[in-house]
């Protein structure tokens, strides 16, 4: 199963962006959905996570400016970012937990750069 990531760029602060993540292969369910992000020097967090079923949560930095979506029949899922600050710069990456033909898998997508700058 493989994740391409989709949507990162150059915004200014207060600005929205969108990102797109789609899952590929033979895919049977997607139980996890989830975007992380890594800023220079640090280690990769988690941002945002949503079931199959629609639960969602969220890292306390980005409650409330950031929202999580899924398409269960496009195996996508996508992260609506608003109100955005130069603290969200960072490479986001996608994920993704299920069950393929090959059996459960889990797999990061390629990352996407988002910077927030003036």
């Known amino acids: 199963v493989q994740l391409q990531a989709f949507g990162g760029g150059v915004v200014q602060p207060g600005g929205s962006l969108r990102l797109s993540c789609a899952a590929s292969?033979?895919?049977?369910?997607?139980?996890?959905m989830a975007w992380y992000r890594q800023a220079p020097g640090k280690q990769r967090d988690l941002v945002a996570a949503?079931?199959?079923?629609?639960?969602?949560n969220y890292a306390d930095s980005v409650k409330g400016r950031f929202t999580i979506s899924r398409d269960n029949a496009k195996n996508t899922v996508y992260l609506q970012m608003g109100s955005l600050e130069p603290g969200d710069t960072a490479v986001y990456y996608c994920?993704?937990?299920?069950?393929?033909?090959?059996?459960?898998?889990?797999?990061w997508g390629q990352g996407t750069l988002v910077t927030v700058s003036s």
């Open positions: 292969g033979s895919i049977s369910s997607i139980y996890y």
């Open positions: 994920n993704g937990m299920g069950l393929s033909a090959r059996g459960n898998f889990g797999s």
């Open positions: 949503v079931t199959s079923g629609g639960n969602a």
